[in-house]
């Protein structure tokens, strides 16, 4: 991007009865902003880079893919909720075809994260599963003055314990919401007569 080498791959296939791949693909810093483009009606924008090294081993139709991805400075900006969310620099470990989070941190305001820890399993690409804790407590997930732009605004101060479990395309959540009392919020309603 911009003659600056921002993502590189490397495959060794290898047809037959029992065909063999091995590979490696290395992000040494690709621009999230990049991927703005396919986000519809602008619901986001993203921001920062991500940064990672995967080995792929195995066949096609079992392949083992290890290492780790890393967020450098990432966030996303949601625009309905005139929000930005800042992703934690930890590690994620990939290993064993399954994303690993471990007590991974996502920011709104303030310093109280929204933690996030478990497997998303993807051994199966077709049928990818994930078993996911979420949680936070005293989170401020927004904090927005009044705009043009914004479908909310106001304070909301919530307390989350849930699970997350099954395949991507039907999860099932499990849990509870607590909104906390210091919450005062305002939903506008758009295009209403």
């Not at 063999?20 to 920062?48: D, H, Q, R, T, Y």
């Not at 066949?59 to 800042?86: C, K, L």
């Amino acid at each position: 991007r911009d003659l600056n080498e921002v993502a590189s791959a490397t495959a060794f296939y290898q047809a037959g009865e029992k065909d063999s791949l091995s590979g490696s693909f290395i992000l040494s810093s690709l621009p999230l902003e990049m991927v703005n483009p396919f986000i519809p009606e602008e619901m986001a924008k993203l921001s920062g880079a991500i940064q990672g090294n995967l080995t792929v081993n195995g066949t096609t139709t079992h392949p083992d893919i290890e290492g780790s991805i890393q967020m450098d400075t990432a966030a996303v900006f949601i625009a309905a909720a005139g929000s930005q969310f800042r992703f934690d620099e930890k590690k994620i470990l990939v290993k064993d075809n399954k994303l690993r989070f471990d007590n991974y941190n996502i920011y709104a305001i303030g310093k109280n994260p929204f933690t996030i820890d478990g497997t998303i399993d993807f051994e199966n690409p077709s049928r990818m599963t994930a078993d996911l804790r979420m949680n936070a407590n005293n989170l401020q997930l927004l904090n927005v003055k009044r705009n043009s732009e914004s479908l909310v605004y106001g304070k909301l101060f919530v307390n989350l314990n849930s699970t997350v479990r099954g395949p991507l395309d039907a999860l099932s959540m499990r849990g509870n919401l607590q909104l906390l009392g210091n919450t005062n919020l305002t939903y506008v309603m758009k295009d209403s007569p």
